[in-house]
């Protein structure tokens, strides 16, 4: 009984591994670093060198270039987010009371994202780069009466990052 417990644990366990999927955990991930990414939906990002954003995601890619270049743009995200028939309570020591107020909206105002990146080839194998963007952020900003204004009515998180970078041709 205990080996073929144990031959079911082990089959079980390999199908797991074989078959499990990748997850990507990229909450507040903002994937508008480029303009001509966006006009090919990312794909092959990382190896289409087309303009100098390849320096976000593709460093190596920089000494392909042949000649400096920059790339200045950015995206203004209009998310729609609705609330709808929220509720609250706050316990002032008498047990739970009802909060009053509004219970729809939206909260997701609209946000200029943007990016700049300049690469400059210094000969065939050499290259040098730099890239200001942001990848990540978020925003949230809920209205004066919102019904959860007890529990936080505006969020903001920016992250900017300045990548000065240096990409050397091997071969």
Do not use: C
């Amino acid at each position: 009984m205990q080996n073929k417990f144990n031959k079911i644990t082990w089959a079980v366990a390999i199908a797991a591994a074989a078959f499990a999927s990748q997850a990507n955990a990229g909450g507040y991930q903002i994937n508008e670093q480029s303009v001509s990414g966006q006009g090919y939906g990312h794909s092959g990002r990382s190896s289409n060198v087309n303009d100098a954003s390849i320096v976000f995601g593709n460093p190596a890619g920089m000494s392909f270039l042949d000649r400096a270049q920059m790339t200045v743009g950015g995206t203004y995200l209009h998310v729609n987010t609705d609330i709808k028939n929220a509720e609250a309570t706050r316990d002032f020591g008498m047990g739970p009371m009802e909060v009053t107020g509004s219970s729809d909206g939206d909260i997701v105002p609209g946000t200029f994202v943007p990016f700049a990146f300049y690469a400059h080839p210094i000969n065939e194998r050499l290259a040098f780069g730099f890239g200001v963007y942001a990848p990540f952020g978020s925003k949230t900003d809920y209205e004066g009466g919102f019904v959860g204004r007890n529990l936080g009515n505006y969020t903001e998180l920016t992250v900017m990052t300045a990548q000065p970078t240096v990409s050397y041709r091997f071969n």
